[in-house]
């Protein structure tokens, strides 16, 4: 039983389109993430979600805009996509989003914009 | 400023010897919390120990060890007689609150480990 789970594992797109990142986690937990992990595989926080509302987002371009229908599941749409948002996109989850919880993060979508 | 330091960028050991690789981090906080997790080839990220600030023991997990130093603010992770399947990159993280009662974990640059045959 996959934990986090994301889709699509990789996704290739032309510069200008519009794509989703789809995320779930079975382990209960309240709180979501959303990271990003570039080329020299720096890893940062985007977003995070308690409950499906937004706690942490940070300097975000907003053509990024994460969606949580409900606690288990956290969705990334980009819109009009650039070639600098290639990059690997982490979601992650963890208990209640408190300082001493460990993150589970899922296997990561690897996006490259041509 | 780096909140989170790993100096070393890359570090190559033939199979079998010992590694340690470095974690410095920076905090204004009394209560926080270290991690470090894994990041195979493969590119999943394996979370691998958490230790919180109160807590100065040193740990240990089969060929893992971490040593906990809040004198110098370092948080360094060893690996005893190293395995061609330890070659991954590493990432030392530190949790702390990031204001309005929410919390941030943040990553450093990671260290990739190549273990030789």
């Known amino acids: 039983d996959t934990a986090v789970s994301q889709t699509p594992k990789y996704l290739v797109t032309q510069m200008g389109n519009d794509k989703s990142i789809k995320c779930e986690q079975n382990?209960?937990?309240?709180?979501m993430y959303w990271y990003k992990q570039d080329s020299k595989k720096f890893l940062k926080i985007m977003f995070s979600?308690?409950?499906?509302?937004?706690?942490i987002n940070e300097t975000v371009p907003n053509r990024f805009s994460p969606k949580s229908p409900d606690k288990a599941h956290l969705n990334l749409h980009i819109n009009s996509l650039e070639l600098g948002d290639s990059a690997v996109y982490f979601c992650?989850?963890?208990?209640?989003?408190?300082?001493?919880?460990?993150?589970?993060f899922g296997p990561g979508t690897r996006l490259l914009v041509l | 400023a780096q909140k989170v330091t790993q100096a070393q960028t890359e570090i190559s050991v033939v199979e079998k010897e010992d590694v340690t690789l470095d974690c410095v981090y920076e905090?204004?906080?009394?209560?926080?919390?270290l991690f470090w997790y894994k990041q195979p080839p493969s590119g999943e990220l394996v979370f691998l120990i958490r230790?919180?600030?109160?807590?100065?023991q040193n740990e240990i997990s089969g060929r893992y060890s971490w040593n906990f130093q809040k004198s110098t603010s370092s948080f360094n992770f060893t690996i005893t007689a190293s395995q061609v399947v330890d070659s991954a990159v590493y990432f030392c993280?530190?949790?702390?609150?990031?204001?309005?009662?929410?919390?941030?974990?943040?990553f450093g640059k990671g260290t990739k480990l190549s273990v030789i045959p």
């Open positions: 905090t204004r906080d009394t209560t926080y919390y």
């Open positions: 993280a530190l949790s702390e609150a990031s204001g309005a009662g929410s919390y941030q974990l943040t």
């Open positions: 992650a989850s963890s208990q209640t989003g408190l300082l001493q919880e460990t993150q589970y």
């Open positions: 979600y308690n409950n499906k509302e937004l706690i």
């Open positions: 230790r919180n600030s109160f807590d100065e």
């Open positions: 382990l209960g937990h309240d709180t």
